[in-house]
């Protein structure tokens, strides 16, 4: 295939330059995303994802049972953030950043 | 609060999600449906192509007749629907979080059953992000669903049965279906009948072929192909891509299900039992997300899995439910083996395979 | 590949690969990383990447945090474009108790030279003008910012690389043997050997002291970060909890849990993230959340980092961190001068292993 063939849509990221960071070492979808943002558009790698695999195994010969899939994460799919919050304005394991000054005698630490 | 409690969830309202639907409902259990859809029927809604193998008690129909039998049977069910609605993820103890575009709220079900299907996968070549190329599958609901004439032109990549479907109903509607292009050296359509009509109305396949590139000034003009030595370019203001498909596995992922691998399955496919149940215990699967397959293999797999959660939930009792397994396993066996036999021997391998998935752990660093 | 290297350093991340690059800036070749999966995989690869100084305490970390900081730009020159942007610090706070906080932090900051302003409602507003309307005030420091995480790392292998490092991924270690003037180090791949031996395995370093018979005393913290959509440049600065990176992307957490290695993200934190970006920001509520990602934080006992020599074993050393980001321009500096002087040009005693008291296993 030509090397200029686009695998992320979203990112822009052509065959090449996902050859090339193979070629560097990387063996996973995921470190091939890190490398060159392919599949961290808003597709979240739901389209290119078997186009990398292919790349990796044409490139390595690594067989596919052997291409771990990309980390998949939520939200399943986008979400507005107005959606996702609730409205509770105590945050639990989410702090500010003055949470973690410590006043010692009435003295920053 | 939005809230919801239920005996059995069901993610995804396609063929086999109805039948799993059907099969909990008429045993009296609890059931909630959702889908991101505001209709019943999955893709089968844009199905106007006859169904071959369905299971012995349905008669031959189209894919649209098949939605509209599944949702007449769970009519008379008191079943909660929650249609245009997103499963978003997970909380921490596994309560579901679903959002209906105003809020996120949780859903705590007993069983779920995740029927969430399969997508269609890209093939790439030079200039394929041009507009005017697209998958089979969103040309057939552009066509069927939207009454939309998608292009005057077209060209196929990809000849499985789905894609001869869509070339036939492609050219109903007007669209001259330039040629189907097909990397392998033959055509991978088992269905000879299918294959006889393309032929019939001057389709031409080219195996052993590719694309060399789309050409196009902001959406696709031409295409050109390669035949062995032989490059030749066709005018096309539509290109439809099939590259096969492959579960979907994103709501696995997130709840820890394992996978294993099986090429005839689509790929990846979450690691399951007999029962069609997951490694995590009250999560069982069914449809194109056990492996993708034939529509009646679809209804039976979600007849499968709605039967071993009514026997988890003491719906019915394990006699009865074994022989009830039995009979339907005999079933799969006839209509993916007739469909095709190395999807059968797949599956099999996949069940068997259980306790040794290649993928497991996945959060875990 | 060679069997034999001065030295080698475990764990490719950004502290390690800092290590790896500023040590071939000086010596070049004889010089291994070995990683048991591929940089990147593990905390580097999982951050809001802020080069952050402003509310570290003690004061004496805030001062080796900002000498780092001050390390970026000219970081920057040598390995080339690592998406590094001093956008300055703000903390935003929505009562008069954080207000007497951040009086007193500015205060204390004052006399090691770190400029902290602790600015009023419409001060913090002018600054930024999308924090919501209801907030008290800020602090402000200049010297914070952030970087892109996936290039620094990136920029620190490739540099490196291209001064005879060598890189072995994917290659876990499995045992390591101390012999006379040298260590023996057993990895999937191979045996290796070498002079100096660096552990900088991050959130595995306790496991990493395990094979040389020491309690390395890090711990996990997770983190749960949400990603939006791109949108069109409006945040100023990076805003303690939240930040925009150069695509336009906006990424948000503060969490934090003791969840060990499981780097699953949940829906009552994500939901409490997105809370905070709306009360922080208030026009983020139309902003898609595309991807919630979770990063594992390589924390000490007690919070600050440990390096230096491992007593009692000659050639050995660790360098092990929360801040990775922040910090590693200056560890990689001064790991480098005492791995090849054997004495660093600011003092890093006060991290010493030794600090604490529990450090042989046997």
């Not at chain 2, 059953?113 to 609901?141: C, D, H, M, R, S």
Request: aromatic content about 8%.
């Amino acid at each position: 295939m030509d090397k200029s063939t686009i695998i992320c849509r979203c990112e822009e990221i052509s065959l090449e330059e996902i050859e090339k960071v193979i070629s560097n070492g990387a063996r996973t979808f995921d470190d091939i995303k890190r490398l060159t943002r392919c599949g961290m558009g808003p597709c979240q790698s739901k389209i290119c994802n078997c186009l990398v695999a292919a790349a990796i195994n044409e490139k390595t010969g690594t067989p596919f049972h052997e291409i771990p899939l990309p980390r998949m994460r939520m939200p399943i799919s986008p979400i507005k953030l107005d959606t996702l919050a609730t409205n509770s304005t105590t945050f639990s394991s989410v702090k500010s950043v003055l949470d973690e000054v410590e006043l010692e005698d009435g003295k920053v630490r | 609060m939005k809230a919801v409690e239920t005996d059995v969830l069901i993610i995804g309202a396609g063929p086999a999600g109805l039948a799993a639907a059907f099969e909990t409902a008429s045993r009296g259990l609890d059931v909630t449906v959702i889908d991101e859809s505001l209709s019943l029927g999955g893709q089968l809604i844009q199905q106007t192509q006859n169904l071959s193998s369905l299971p012995s008690d349905l008669s031959p129909m189209r894919g649209f007749e098949l939605a509209a039998h599944l949702i007449k049977q769970i009519e008379e069910y008191d079943i909660r629907y929650l249609l245009g609605h997103r499963v978003i993820g997970f909380y921490q103890d596994g309560t579901i979080g679903i959002t209906d575009e105003v809020d996120v709220f949780p859903v705590k079900t007993k069983k779920m059953i995740v029927a969430t299907g399969a997508a269609e996968n890209a093939v790439a070549f030079p200039k394929w992000t041009l507009p005017g190329v697209l998958t089979i599958g969103a040309a057939q609901t552009l066509i069927n669903r939207d009454f939309v004439k998608p292009g005057n032109d077209a060209v196929i990549v990809g000849s499985s049965d789905f894609a001869m479907d869509v070339a036939l109903q492609l050219s109903e509607v007007g669209v001259q279906v330039k040629g189907i292009v097909e990397k392998s050296t033959g055509v991978l359509s088992r269905n000879t009948e299918k294959v006889k009509q393309v032929n019939k109305i001057g389709i031409p396949i080219y195996v052993d072929s590719s694309i060399v590139e789309a050409r196009g000034m902001g959406a696709v003009e031409e295409i050109v192909i390669k035949q062995e030595d032989r490059v030749f370019t066709e005018k096309a203001d539509l290109v439809c891509i099939d590259g096969g498909r492959s579960p979907i596995l994103d709501i696995f992922y997130q709840l820890g299900t394992s996978f294993g691998f099986q090429k005839e399955l689509g790929g990846w496919v979450p690691q399951y039992n007999k029962d069609f149940q997951t490694d995590c215990k009250d999560v069982f699967l069914a449809g194109n997300a056990a492996g993708v397959s034939t529509q009646g293999a679809l209804v039976l797999t979600g007849r499968l899995a709605g039967m071993n959660v009514c026997e988890a939930l003491g719906a019915v009792s394990k006699e009865t439910a074994a022989v009830e397994k039995k009979g339907l396993w005999k079933e799969l066996e006839i209509v993916e083996t007739k469909y095709n036999l190395d999807i059968w021997h797949a599956r099999n391998r996949h069940v068997d395979n259980f306790t040794h998935p290649v993928l497991k752990d996945q959060f875990i660093s | 590949m060679e069997t034999s290297y001065e030295t080698i350093i475990i764990g490719g991340g950004v502290v390690g690969s800092s290590i790896a690059y500023h040590l071939s800036e000086r010596n070049k070749g004889g010089i291994l990383v070995l990683d048991k999966k591929f940089p990147l995989s593990g905390t580097s690869g999982s951050t809001q990447a802020w080069v952050w100084v402003h509310n570290k305490t003690p004061s004496w970390y805030a001062e080796f945090s900002m000498y780092s900081a001050e390390l970026y730009p000219y970081l920057s020159k040598k390995i080339g474009d690592v998406e590094y942007k001093r956008t300055g610090g703000l903390s935003p706070f929505f009562n008069e108790a954080d207000r007497e906080k951040a009086l007193l932090l500015a205060k204390t900051y004052e006399s090691i030279g770190i400029k902290i302003k602790v600015l009023t409602r419409e001060e913090a507003l002018e600054k930024e003008p999308s924090l919501n309307p209801e907030v008290a005030g800020a602090t402000y420091s200049s010297i914070d910012g952030n970087v892109n995480p996936f290039r620094l790392v990136d920029r620190y292998m490739r540099a490196a690389k291209k001064n005879g490092v060598q890189y072995s991924t994917y290659n876990k270690v499995t045992e390591i043997q101390k012999l006379p003037g040298k260590f023996m180090v057993v990895s999937q791949k191979g045996t290796f050997q070498c002079k100096n031996l660096v552990l900088a395995g991050g959130t595995w370093s306790r496991e990493l002291g395990k094979m040389v018979d020491i309690t390395i005393p890090i711990n996990q913290l997770r983190g749960q970060i949400l990603v939006t959509e791109p949108l069109k440049p409006f945040l100023n600065y990076t805003i303690s909890g939240l930040r925009q990176a150069f695509n336009g992307e906006v990424l948000i957490g503060y969490s934090m849990e003791k969840e060990g290695f499981n780097r699953a993200t949940t829906l009552e934190v994500m939901q409490e993230t997105a809370n905070l970006a709306v009360h922080y920001v208030p026009s983020l509520r139309k902003a898609k959340v595309v991807r919630a990602f979770s990063g594992i934080r390589a924390m000490p006992e007690d919070g600050f980092p440990i390096l230096g020599r491992i007593p009692g074993v000659e050639n050995l050393f660790v360098a092990a961190t929360h801040s990775g980001v922040t910090l590693s321009p200056l560890i990689g500096t001064l790991m480098t001068e005492l791995i090849l002087d054997g004495d660093t040009s600011i003092p890093i005693d006060r991290y010493s292993i030794t600090r604490f008291n529990n450090m042989e296993t046997k």
